[in-house]
């Protein structure tokens, strides 16, 4: 199953996201006001069905393969999580000591929860924290510490796209 979870977008997303579930079965629309990306992700969380849960950026794009990948990696070595590789296209700017530092803190904290593909067991009890910058963070140490097995897949499966000025990494926080 897809879930998408319009998070009272105001563009075309919405109408895109219902033309794409026209198309394909396994696709499932939710809209609800924008409460941000920790309540979207959640909503999508408790609705899963699934055995696996794996998270996608707006933003961003996802490999053809990777979930096909990651998947049977998991299968293969019996691991509750598999990661992977992402691109990571960073904005071109001025580089101040505060974007250096943030940026520093991001890559060295900051595991984003779209490079893995998780059990969907571990997330019992485990939900994101509304309101809260970088909420990946908060929930991939409790989610690893669950895990029994891990898989790595040294692939790039993932562009992230830093470039967007109106993404929640770039929007000012202090």
Known sequence: EIILVD???TDNSLKLCHEAAKEDERI???????????????????????????????????????????????KNNNAEIVMCNATKKIKEENTTARIFLENVLMDKF?????????????????????????????????????????????????????DNPDSSSNLKRY
């Open 28 to 74: 499932i629309v939710m809209h609800q006001e924008n409460a941000g990306q920790s309540s979207a992700r959640n909503r999508a969380i408790d609705s899963a069905k699934g055995k696996y849960l794996a998270f996608c950026d707006s933003d961003d794009k996802m490999m053809p393969e990777m979930i096909e990948k990651l998947m049977i990696a998991s």
């Open 110 to 162: 900051g595991e984003q929860l779209w490079k893995f593909l998780f059990d969907v067991k571990l997330w019992d009890g485990i939900s994101l924290p509304v309101g809260r910058f970088v909420e990946d963070a908060y929930v991939l140490p409790e989610l690893i510490k669950k895990a029994e097995k891990i898989a790595i897949i040294d692939e790039i499966l993932y562009d992230y796209n830093f």
């Open 7 to 9: 998070d009272g977008s």
